[in-house]
């Protein structure tokens, strides 16, 4: 599976912004979907995740009511609507894929896209 991030940008407080990844390869339909985010200095971290079949998500507490991760119909593209937006949020974003079950553990993820950076001034 070849996952390719987008949408990220500079954004003011409060703001909205939704990143997109899109797959490739692989019937990315029986692969579950995350997105993490890794400031500097910081560990990265899993912001929202969505199971294969969609009837599953997770999201980090400090994005909870904020945050929403979507998949597409044909399941080929992962999105996550920002809404509210805070300075610390700012990071390098990074979708990430494996198969069928969510998991808060980057390290049980086998794909990954390139990341996007998201910066939300004050």
């Known amino acids: 599976v070849q996952l390719q991030a987008s949408g990220g940008g500079l954004v003011q407080a409060g703001g909205s912004l939704r990143l997109s990844c899109a797959a490739s390869?692989?019937?990315?339909?029986?692969?579950?979907a995350g997105w993490f985010r890794q400031a500097p200095g910081k560990e990265r971290e899993l912001v929202a995740a969505?199971?294969?079949?969609?009837?599953?998500?997770a999201a980090a507490d400090s994005v909870k009511g904020r945050f929403t991760i979507s998949r597409d119909n044909a399941k080929t593209t992962v999105f996550l609507h920002m809404n509210s937006l805070k300075p610390e949020d700012t990071a390098v974003y990074y979708c990430?894929?494996?198969?069928?079950?969510?998991?808060?553990?980057?390290?049980?993820?086998?794909?990954w896209g390139q990341g996007t950076q998201v910066t939300v001034s004050s």
């Open positions: 969505m199971s294969w079949s969609g009837d599953r998500t």
């Open positions: 390869g692989r019937t990315f339909s029986t692969y579950a």
């Open positions: 990430a894929a494996r198969v069928m079950y969510i998991s808060y553990v980057p390290s049980d993820y086998s794909y």
